[in-house]
T-cell receptor, first 115, second 113 residues
Framework: SAVISQKPSRDICQRGTSLTIQCQVD?????MFWYRQQPGQSLTLIATANQGSEATYESGFVIDKFPISRPNLTFSTLTVSNMSPEDSSIYLCSARKGNMNTEAFFGQGTRLTVV | GENVEQHPSTLSVQEGDSAVIKCTYS??????FPWYKQELGKRPQLIID?????GEKKDQRIAVTLNKTAKHFSLHITETQPEDSAVYFC????????????FGSGTQLTVLP
């Protein structure tokens, strides 16, 4: 198993500013991901955080808006840049171990409100 | 890419009754199908999963069935309890997809006491 600590758990930010969310896993994991979840909605994959290289972004998400770091096998950050009210959402970190078809673990989420 | 559709979006059942949630997927190359439960304000947590070489899997009151020909899979919860009330998400993973999951839209299950 893996325990994921994510912080901050919530924040209220001014538009135009940036927020960095941290994700710490208690053990080494193969894959780390960042999701966005609007209240009452499903999980939308933002990007795969690659250790030692640039993240792989999904359609509709770009590095300039959501820069991601993954310096090692247990830690990743997601920055939400130049925020607008449309960025208000819950951001979730996820991690998977092993090579194929393994459980995805989730952090508790960061509830972001942009005012 | 993969597309996962989930039905119903809301489901209310009486305590003790069974609940069934259904998902369909688009890509026949998908080979891993987990189900997640998310309580209000909490993180999603895996409750059961099934791989494409298995047709059914059961864990106490929870079971999942997979029909690869029809490309659909279902979650069955028997003897429902109020603590089963939550949002349930199905997901599918395509073979060779760098272990990314595509999630369904979610089902809000309410178990009425």
């Amino acid at each position: 198993s893996a325990v994921i600590s994510q912080k901050p758990s919530r924040d209220i930010c001014q538009r135009g500013t940036s927020l960095t969310i941290q994700c710490q896993v208690d053990s080494q994991v193969t894959m780390m991901f960042w999701y966005r979840q609007q209240p009452g909605q499903s999980l939308t994959l933002i990007a795969t955080a690659n250790q030692g290289s640039e993240a792989t972004y999904e359609s509709g998400f770009v590095i300039d808006k959501f820069p991601i770091s993954r310096p090692n096998l247990t830690f990743s950050t997601l920055t939400v840049s130049n925020m607008s009210p449309e960025d208000s959402s819950i951001y979730l970190c996820s991690a998977r171990k092993g090579n194929m078809n393994t459980e995805a673990f989730f952090g508790q989420g960061t509830r972001l409100t942009v005012v | 890419g993969e597309n996962v559709e989930q039905h119903p979006s809301t489901l209310s059942v009486q305590e003790g009754d069974s609940a069934v949630i259904k998902c369909t997927y688009s890509d026949s190359a998908s080979n891993y199908f987990p189900w997640y439960k998310q309580e209000l304000g909490k993180r999603p947590q895996l409750i059961i999963d099934i791989r494409s070489n298995v047709g059914e899997k059961k864990d106490q009151r929870i079971a999942v069935t997979l029909n690869k020909t029809a490309k659909h899979f279902s979650l069955h919860i028997t003897e429902t309890q109020p603590e089963d009330s939550a949002v349930y998400f199905c997901a599918a993973q395509m073979e060779g997809s760098a272990r990314q999951l595509t999630f369904g839209s979610g089902t809000q299950l309410t178990v009425l006491p």
